[in-house]
Antibody
Framework: QVQLVQSGPEVKKPGASVKVSCKAS????????INWVRQAPGQGLEWMGW????????NYAQRLQDRVTMTTDTSTTTAYMELRSLRSDDTAVYYC??????????????WGQGTLVTVSS | DIVMTQSPDSLAVSLGERATINCKSS????????????LAWYQQKPGQPPKLLIY???SRESGVPDRFSGSGSETDFTLTISSLQAEDVAVYYC?????????FGQGTKVEIK
């Protein structure tokens, strides 16, 4: 069965960076895009971007484009999301999610359990 | 960016009654190439990740009870829970995947009256 297992909670100081991992299993990793979505405490969902696990192409939300990098490691079927220059309003649960189908413009069918990133001095 | 606006922000419905959530997009999400609406609905319970319920505006994801249905086209969409069950208490989000950024609505909280 498809599973996405994310790394554990992180506490970071303002200005630092965080790298969250998402280990995929149960499907052909390189056939599907991985998206990243975050949710601030008590707030709604914000799409951050996606990465093609096939060729590493990325598409980032413009407001995060200068601070976020998404990568994949096909040898370990793991996706990563790094966010730099952290601010207090980056405090959120970060989710990875797989596209439903193996082409672009799909809904998000499988989700990781989420990783809480807390930014505090 | 396509702005997704849901209404209402919250609603309370008696068990067994119908719940209706609306979602409006700031521009059409209907593709002329395949005549499909690039609109999904998700359910999120506290402490859990979102769960895909409906995609292509009206296709039910595998395993989703048939009391959940989606309708609408172009810019106006509806999620209907035909007979609310206790386990349906959650926040529901619409999302367009027509273009990036893949924007979500602000969410609608469904409670039991």
């Amino acid at each position: 069965q498809v599973q996405l297992v994310q790394s554990g909670p992180e506490v970071k100081k303002p200005g630092a960076s965080v790298k969250v991992s998402c280990k995929a299993s149960g499907y052909t990793f390189t056939s599907y895009n991985i998206n990243w979505v975050r949710q601030a405490p008590g707030q709604g969902l914000e799409w951050m971007g996606w990465i093609s696990a096939y060729n590493g192409n990325t598409n980032y939300a413009q407001r995060l484009q200068d601070r976020v990098t998404m990568t994949t490691d096909t040898s370990t079927t793991t996706a990563y999301m790094e966010l730099r220059s952290l601010r207090s309003d980056d405090t959120a649960v970060y989710y990875c999610a797989r596209d439903l189908y193996d082409y672009n413009n799909c809904p998000l069918s499988f989700w990781g359990q989420g990783t809480l990133v807390t930014v505090s001095s | 960016d396509i702005v997704m606006t849901q209404s209402p922000d919250s609603l309370a419905v008696s068990l067994g009654e119908r719940a209706t959530i609306n979602c409006k997009s700031s521009q059409s999400v209907l593709s002329s190439s395949n005549n499909k609406n690039f609109l999904a609905w998700y359910q999120q319970k506290p402490g859990q990740p979102p769960k895909l319920l409906i995609y292509w505006a009206s296709s039910r994801e595998s395993g989703v009870p048939d009391r959940f249905s989606g309708s609408g086209s172009e810019t106006d969409f509806t999620l209907t829970i035909s007979s609310l069950q206790a386990e349906d208490v959650a926040v529901y989000y619409c999302q367009q995947y027509y273009s990036t950024p893949r924007t979500f609505g602000q969410g609608t909280k469904v409670e039991i009256k």
